[in-house]
Nanobody
């Protein structure tokens, strides 16, 4: 139904910044909640941040104050600005779209392919 494609990942030093993008196609992006998740090596996929259709936001504690999630419905694109990156932020980052409750993992049904974020000195 809706297709998502992440971009913006890369290699940064600790303390650096990246801006991830999530471009949506197929259906109106504004009708979906959007979230970012990540999967670090050897770990389960975890929630990072989400933004609802009404622009409410929620962050996992480990990124609060460092990451900012936004959406530009006119461009059918979501973004996550990541500042003060730490080595533990290294992961494949996925954007996802959901209906229902934007903080409920099970509501996220549509996923991008992922983009690699590496934080290393």
């Amino acid at each position: 139904q809706i297709q998502l494609e992440e971009s913006g990942g890369g290699l940064v030093q600790p303390g650096g910044s990246l801006r991830l993008s999530c471009a949506a196609s197929g259906r109106t992006f504004s009708e979906y909640h959007m979230g970012w998740f990540r999967q670090a090596p050897g770990k389960e996929r975890e929630f990072v941040a989400a933004i609802s259709v009404s622009f409410g936001t929620y962050y996992t504690d480990s990124v609060k104050g460092r990451f900012t999630i936004v959406r530009d419905n006119a461009k059918n694109t979501g973004y996550m600005q990541m500042n003060s990156l730490k080595p533990e932020d290294r992961a494949v980052y996925y954007c996802a779209a959901a209906t229902g409750y934007y903080r409920n993992y099970e509501c996220y049904k549509y996923w991008g392919q992922g983009t690699q974020v590496t934080v290393s000195s």
